[in-house]
């Protein structure tokens, strides 16, 4: 946790594969704009942000209809992850070890969460229709699933993206390498 460079960039371009659903429950028609946000800090770093399907609106064909809203236990989540799995599979996603990203509602608070999914290489990310302005939700998300905790080091503007706090804006280099080095990274 001693580096506090912000602006490192991965030797090597790596490539994050993310396999996205959204849940019929998600009451917005779009991922409000947490995906190109997070391409945009990561790109600053070398990493690249692979995102199945191409199209990232909420339509007919990425959409499980369901009214399943996973409670904060092990058995829901490994419920989600299958639907989300199942319904990627279905939509011809071909991401070896993709990080299944829902969006949809669920009773855990939080704009996202990325609980640990029994039995599955990636942890799973769901989240929620309502977020932070900074719009770093998905991104933060991406680094609990790399197995990142929360840095609250300073108080002072530019946060980097684990803080708890909005807004956030910077990657710190350990932040980065831990991203690089992710199951769901390939390159
Ligand atoms: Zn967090």
């Not at 399943?68 to 419920?79: G, L, N, Q, S």
């Not at 639907?83 to 070890?97: E, P, W």
């Not at 299944?100 to 029994?118: D, E, H, K, N």
């Not at 769901?126 to 900074?134: A, C």
Request: charged share 25%; glycine share 6%; with cysteine.
């Amino acid at each position: 946790m001693s580096d506090t460079n912000t602006g490192y960039r991965n030797p090597k371009r790596v490539r994050l594969t993310v396999g996205l659903v959204y849940f019929s429950t998600y009451f917005k028609n779009d991922d409000r704009g947490v995906v190109a946000k997070a391409r945009e800090v990561l790109d600053d770093h070398n990493i690249e942000l692979d995102v199945f399907p191409t199209d990232i609106k909420k339509t007919a064909s990425n959409t499980i209809q369901t009214d399943f809203v996973p409670k904060d236990t092990p058995e829901d989540y490994a419920k989600v992850y299958k639907m989300a799995k199942d319904k990627l599979k279905q939509m011809g996603c071909t991401f070896v070890i993709p990080l299944p990203v829902v969006f949809g509602t669920y009773q855990c608070s939080g704009y996202g969460i990325a609980p640990r999914a029994p039995n599955q290489l990636t942890r799973l990310v769901m989240i929620y229709p309502e977020g932070n302005s900074d719009g770093l939700d998905l991104l933060h998300e991406i680094g609990h699933a790399s197995e990142l905790g929360h840095d609250l080091r300073t108080d002072d503007p530019p946060r980097n993206f684990m803080h708890t706090t909005n807004p956030r804006a910077v990657m710190y280099e350990y932040q980065v390498k831990a991203i690089a080095k992710a199951p769901f990274a390939v390159g």
